[in-house]
């Protein structure tokens, strides 16, 4: 079956690092998304692997390795706004999009 | 990019009342998704909303507890029939006009249903 692993919940300090590992089992493989999601709210895409290797955006860095199905999410000198659940999403063969059920990130000062 | 507008933005229902969600986007795109998130949960894909053709429904929801209308190639609504509390959710739009394809929500409409 088709199925995605994510931690439920992280907590960091602000200023800090933090990796959110995602593992992923597809049938076919289009490309790995992150979004973000706070409370309340729709959620928001950040990021889109397809290839092997690390995807820098600002503070938010996306890493891929196809071989071993796992992606990570690095969020850099965090900020209390990110405190968010982050959504992590694989899509299949049929570009269908199998979701995880996020991450929550909890940040403290 | 895309706007997505959805409303109501929230709404309180009593059991076994209908309510219809609408969604417009800004600009004209092919497919539409309905999805629906319960508290705590991830995303789970409704259908996909066609223009022109019938909606093509995920396992476990049919087309006569979630109705679907697609008009035209900006608008769609979602009916929930008949509901329950277990209807109780938050229901997302969204379109996948994105460069790799990625998703663009509207701001989601909450139901809760007594």
């Known amino acids: 079956g088709q199925n995605i692993d994510q931690p439920t919940e992280m907590t960091a300090t602000e200023g800090a690092i933090v990796q959110i590992n995602c593992t992923y089992q597809t049938s076919g493989f289009n490309g790995l998304f992150w979004y973000q999601q706070h409370a309340g709210e729709a959620p928001t895409f950040l990021s889109y692997n397809v290839l092997d290797g690390l995807e820098e955006k600002g503070r938010f860095s996306s890493f891929l390795s196809r071989s071993k199905g796992y992606s990570y999410l690095l969020l850099k000198e965090l900020q209390m706004k990110d405190s968010a659940s982050y959504l992590c999403a694989a899509m299949d063969s049929n570009y269908q999009l199998i979701w995880g059920a996020g991450t929550k990130l909890i940040i403290k000062p | 990019s895309a706007v997505i507008s959805q409303k109501p933005s929230r709404d309180i229902c009593q059991r076994g009342t209908s309510l219809t969600i609408q969604c417009q986007v800004d600009s004209q795109v092919t497919m539409m998704f309905w999805y629906r998130q319960q508290p705590g949960q991830s995303l789970t894909l409704i259908a996909t909303a066609n223009q022109g053709s019938e909606a093509t429904y995920e396992s476990g929801f049919v087309i006569d507890k979630f109705p679907i209308s697609r008009p035209n190639l900006t608008f769609s609504t979602l009916t929930v029939s008949n509901m329950s509390p277990e209807d109780s959710s938050i229901y997302l739009c969204?379109?996948?006009?994105?460069?790799?394809?990625?998703?663009?929500f509207g701001e989601g409409s909450r139901l809760t249903v007594l």
């Open positions: 969204s379109v996948g006009t994105g460069e790799a394809g990625e998703l663009f």
